[in-house]
């Protein structure tokens, strides 16, 4: 990326009222950064989606100076960046509409050909959920996936430890930016994350940590990774606003199961029982979810029964699947001509037979 191309980036991002989505749609019609900041107003009006209160202050002098000012920031840091539109922006969150037109980073990120997930939780965690927590990044250790969290208190700092202990990658992503940390206290963990891993953020030097910072830091966090996983968490909380992003970016979000009226586990349960996350009670439901495989000879084998008794309408959706590969749920009920909510139950009891098994994306392929 040429420095002008980030000035005009960042010169776009300090105009009030332009977000993330409408900078990329200005773009996408007037062909560059560059060109969006001298482009006649009157032209970009004509931009569906686009009106004046959008591109009011787009040609305020000072904004370009911010954009000045922040750029030296990041060159005396040695601040790393990247552009929504580079390759080596991370793939999973650049299909995000509201995905950060720049991204920044300090460490040693490497997303290239990995599995990442997100883990989330409540700051006021149980021993349950550290337990949990831990357990689970120990068991996914063979799978070498990335570990992406919020580097908050609680269930976010214990994965993202539990990651370095066993020497994952790991990523915090932050709500404010590169210069400061919050909590302070966890500043004492950042050389061993940026060791084998690192920060995201896409807030400035000049923004200080604040509340409403979190919905910015939860879209980086959802969007990341190909699922997110909530372990504990109250009716109410950012872990639960990430889930619903994730869940707004059609990713897998899992939640783990709590006893009933457990103040820490309503947030998970509530999750669970309005579908909105598969219920999570161990690695091996992860791993099976996401169809994830273990490239060497600890590979955990998924092996269907022999002889299964297979009911009319299930040889259908059997030999389709034979034949096709993976399919979503509603193409095999049209292509079996049978009808979607039996078509659900159908698969449901190929799965129990270790006939078939679900994949990301609302797909089914045979085992």
Same mark, same amino acid.
């Given at each position: 990326?040429?420095?002008?191309?980030?000035?005009?980036?960042?010169?776009?991002?300090?105009?009030?009222?332009?977000?993330?989505?409408?900078?990329? /749609?200005?773009?996408? *019609?007037?062909?560059?950064?560059?060109?969006?900041?001298?482009? /006649?107003?009157?032209?970009? !009006?004509?931009?569906?989606?686009?009106?004046?209160?959008?591109?009011?202050? !787009?040609?305020?002098?000072?904004? $370009?100076?911010?954009?000045?000012?922040?750029?030296?920031?990041?060159?005396? @840091?040695?601040? @790393?960046?990247?552009?929504?539109?580079?390759?080596?922006?991370?793939?999973?969150?650049?299909?995000?509409?509201?995905?950060?037109?720049?991204?920044?980073?300090?460490?040693?990120?490497?997303?290239?050909?990995? /599995?990442?997930?997100?883990?989330?939780?409540?700051?006021?965690?149980?021993?349950?959920?550290? $337990?949990?927590?831990?357990?689970?990044?120990?068991?996914?250790?063979?799978?070498?996936?990335?570990?992406?969290?919020?580097?908050?208190?609680?269930?976010?700092?214990?994965?993202?430890?539990?990651?370095?202990?066993?020497?994952?990658?790991?990523?915090?992503?932050?709500?404010?930016?590169?210069?400061?940390?919050?909590?302070?206290?966890?500043?004492?963990?950042?050389?061993?994350?940026? *060791?084998?891993?690192?920060?995201?953020?896409?807030?400035?030097?000049?923004?200080?940590? =604040?509340?409403?910072?979190?919905?910015?830091?939860?879209?980086?966090?959802?969007?990341?990774?190909?699922?997110?996983?909530?372990?504990?968490?109250? =009716? %109410?909380?950012?872990?639960?606003?990430?889930?619903?992003?994730?869940?707004?970016?059609?990713?897998?979000?899992?939640?783990?199961?709590? $006893?009933?009226?457990?103040?820490?586990?309503?947030?998970?349960?509530?999750?669970?029982?309005?579908?909105?996350?598969?219920?999570?009670?161990?690695?091996?439901?992860?791993?099976?979810?996401?169809?994830?495989?273990?490239?060497?000879?600890?590979?955990?084998?998924?092996? %269907?029964?022999?002889?299964?008794?297979?009911?009319?309408?299930?040889?259908?959706?059997? @030999?389709?699947?034979?034949?096709?590969? %993976?399919?979503?749920?509603?193409?095999?009920?049209?292509?079996?001509?049978?009808?979607?909510?039996?078509?659900?139950?159908?698969?449901? @009891?190929?799965?129990?037979?270790?006939?078939? $098994?679900?994949?990301?994306?609302?797909?089914?392929?045979?085992?």
């Amino acid at each position: 990326m040429t420095i002008e191309k980030l000035i005009a980036l960042l010169t776009l991002k300090k105009v009030p009222n332009l977000g993330d989505s409408s900078i990329k /749609k200005l773009i996408r *019609e007037i062909g560059s950064a560059e060109a969006v900041l001298k482009e /006649k107003p009157q032209n970009l !009006l004509k931009i569906d989606g686009i009106g004046t209160i959008k591109i009011k202050g !787009l040609y305020n002098a000072e904004h $370009r100076i911010a954009a000045e000012n922040e750029l030296s920031f990041i060159q005396d @840091n040695h601040i @790393n960046y990247m552009g929504y539109d580079e390759t080596k922006y991370p793939e999973k969150l650049k299909y995000c509409i509201d995905s950060p037109v720049l991204l920044f980073s300090r460490g040693n990120i490497n997303l290239s050909h990995k /599995k990442i997930i997100s883990v989330v939780g409540t700051r006021k965690v149980t021993s349950y959920g550290v $337990r949990f927590c831990e357990e689970l990044v120990e068991t996914l250790v063979p799978l070498d996936p990335v570990i992406v969290s919020g580097f908050a208190y609680g269930i976010d700092i214990t994965a993202q430890r539990a990651a370095v202990k066993h020497n994952l990658q790991t990523i915090g992503c932050l709500a404010h930016g590169l210069n400061q940390i919050y909590p302070k206290v966890h500043k004492k963990y950042m050389p061993e994350i940026e *060791e084998n891993g690192g920060f995201f953020t896409d807030f400035w030097s000049t923004d200080t940590f =604040d509340r409403k910072n979190f919905l910015g830091r939860n879209r980086i966090i959802a969007g990341l990774s190909e699922a997110t996983i909530v372990v504990e968490s109250a =009716d %109410k909380g950012g872990s639960l606003v990430t889930a619903e992003i994730a869940n707004s970016y059609n990713r897998e979000v899992f939640a783990v199961p709590g $006893r009933a009226g457990d103040p820490f586990s309503k947030g998970c349960n509530t999750l669970i029982k309005t579908q909105r996350a598969h219920m999570l009670t161990s690695a091996a439901d992860l791993i099976y979810m996401l169809n994830w495989q273990v490239e060497d000879a600890q590979k955990p084998v998924v092996q %269907k029964q022999l002889f299964v008794e297979l009911e009319e309408d299930e040889k259908k959706i059997y @030999n389709l699947l034979t034949k096709n590969g %993976k399919e979503l749920l509603d193409s095999i009920a049209l292509q079996c001509e049978i009808p979607t909510f039996k078509v659900a139950s159908l698969l449901l @009891n190929m799965e129990l037979k270790g006939v078939i $098994r679900p994949l990301p994306g609302k797909l089914f392929e045979i085992v």
